[in-house]
T-cell receptor, first 113, second 114 residues
Framework: KQEVTQIPAALSVPEGENLVLNCSFT??????LQWFRQDPGKGLTSLLL?????REQTSGRLNASLDKSSGRSTLYIAASQPGDSATYLC????????????FGTGTRLTVIP | NAGVTQTPKFRILKIGQSMTLQCTQD?????MYWYRQDPGMGLKLIYY???????DKGEVPNGYNVSRSTTEDFPLRLELAAPSQTSVYFC?????????????FGPGTRLLVL
């Protein structure tokens, strides 16, 4: 069964700092990996989707990388802002089984002004 | 274009009561999903549907039922509420299978069973 782990569980950084969030998964047979943002009391918003054949995706100040062979992904946030404060979840879809996302438990990010 | 909408936003149930969580999407997506999120945990799939009239179990289906009579609606039914069903429930939809595009999530329904 796919297990997705995110470390650290919580992270506080001063505004303007660059930061990296980590995600690891146990089964490398994945279709894609996605990073989501979740604000308190809200639903999930997709940030980046990396297909299994890709190594990275970029959107604005966000860059996500994927190393399928080692079962790892990172989300890099450049020049962090207080508005980036949220919980960041990574999720993978396996190539077999139900068409569902396997989620990590998330990293709660606080950017201090 | 509202995306994925869920009702109610919050509900308190007594043990043994039943209720239906509503989910509607207006993007004409074939695939719809129900997840639950427990505190400090990731989301787990309850049920999913690949089109009207077709549903299948996910990782944690016990205690729940679903139906999909139209493309737009995918209600989740709790027949005999138990404290273990206290959670936040998210509905999601996508057009393509196999993760070729992202899933779009609703705002969630917070359920408390006492």
């Amino acid at each position: 069964k796919q297990e997705v782990t995110q470390i650290p569980a919580a992270l506080s950084v001063p505004e303007g700092e660059n930061l990296v969030l980590n995600c690891s998964f146990t089964d490398s047979a994945i279709y894609n990996l996605q990073w989501f943002r979740q604000d308190p009391g809200k639903g999930l918003t997709s940030l980046l989707l990396i297909q299994s054949s890709q190594r990275e995706q970029t959107s604005g100040r966000l860059n996500a990388s994927l190393d399928k062979s080692s079962g790892r992904s990172t989300l890099y946030i450049a020049a962090s802002q207080p508005g980036d404060s949220a919980t960041y979840l990574c999720a993978v879809i396996g190539v077999t089984g139900a068409n569902n996302l396997f989620f990590g438990t998330g990293t709660r990010l606080t950017v201090i002004p | 274009n509202a995306g994925v909408t869920q009702t109610p936003k919050f509900r308190i149930l007594k043990i043994g009561q039943s209720m239906t969580l509503q989910c509607t999407q207006d993007m004409n997506h074939n695939y719809m999903y129900w997840y639950r999120q427990d505190p400090g945990m990731g989301l787990k799939l309850i049920y999913y549907s690949v089109g009207a009239g077709i549903t299948d179990k996910g990782e944690v289906p016990n205690g729940y039922n679903v139906s999909r009579s139209t493309t737009e609606d995918f209600p989740l039914r709790l027949e005999l509420a138990a404290p273990s069903q206290t959670s936040v429930y998210f509905c999601a939809s996508s057009q393509l299978a196999g993760g070729r595009e992202t899933q779009y999530f609703g705002p969630g329904t917070r359920l408390l069973v006492l």
